[in-house]
């Protein structure tokens, strides 16, 4: 998809999403799923994602909204420990001693 492509797939999803904004997802005419961000109700799988569809129906949904919460904190914690590492790391470009 190119990046005009995927401008307009992004335009579109907006526009699907201000309109319903009662649905978790919205599915464009390029065949994409995008999260919508006017939803405000209660976390839901991706609606092609059939691990989460066999778990929900083995432990029901507030156990699977659970699990992808501890796992988005987890990542979030892990993206952030990143960040502070890189941020903490020498600058190869920008040595110490500015003598040559």
């Excluded at 976390?43 to 778990?55: L, Q, T, V």
């Excluded at 992808?68 to 904190?73: L, M």
Aim: proline letters at 10%.
């Amino acid at each position: 998809m190119s990046e005009y492509e995927s401008m307009a797939d992004r335009d579109e999803a907006l526009a699907l999403s201000r309109a319903a904004p009662h649905h978790a997802w919205v599915l464009t005419d390029r065949d994409v799923w995008h999260r919508n961000p006017f939803y405000h109700g209660p976390e839901m799988p991706h609606p092609e994602d059939d691990g989460a569809h066999d778990f929900i129906a083995d432990h029901g949904i507030d156990a699977w909204r659970e699990a992808t919460e501890a796992a988005r904190a987890a990542a979030i914690a892990a993206a952030e420990a990143k960040a502070r590492e890189i941020a903490d790391a020498p600058d190869p470009w920008w040595p110490d001693d500015p003598t040559p």
